[in-house]
């Protein structure tokens, strides 16, 4: 079992900045993806970013360079870096995890609880 806390969320104006942390913990595996998505009411969960072991990253085509995602392994912490935040970035942001159990080799993936992101106009 993986179990993902989460951190950095809150209520900002249009044009500021937040930074999210998503923290894993647990015993025996290997992290494959780190990751944030969000889901705003009425909507479907979309991708935010994506970072891969490999070190590629993947980011909605919304972010338009404005969110950084960055991972500190030696921590199993994956931070989401958004600048330039809109009104409509407002949404509960969830880290999703993927890793590889050491002990079974097999991949599973893990959702944190959500954080609340809200940009006042």
């Known amino acids: 079992q993986v179990h993902l806390v989460e951190s950095g969320g809150g209520l900002v104006q249009a044009g500021g900045s937040l930074r999210l942390s998503c923290a894993a913990s647990g015993s025996r595996f290997s992290i494959n993806v780190m990751g944030w998505y969000r889901q705003a009411p009425g909507k479907e969960r979309e991708l935010v970013a994506d970072?891969?072991?490999?070190?590629?990253?993947n980011y909605g085509d919304f972010v338009k360079g404005r969110f950084t995602i960055s991972r500190d392994n030696a921590k199993n912490t994956v931070y989401l870096q958004m600048n330039s935040l809109k009104p409509e970035d407002t949404a509960v942001y969830y880290c999703?995890?993927?890793?590889?159990?050491?002990?079974?080799?097999?991949?599973?993936?893990?959702w944190g609880q959500g954080t609340q992101v809200t940009v006042s106009s």
């Open positions: 999703k995890v993927v890793v590889r159990h050491d002990s079974t080799w097999q991949h599973a993936e893990y």
């Open positions: 970072s891969r072991s490999g070190g590629s990253t």
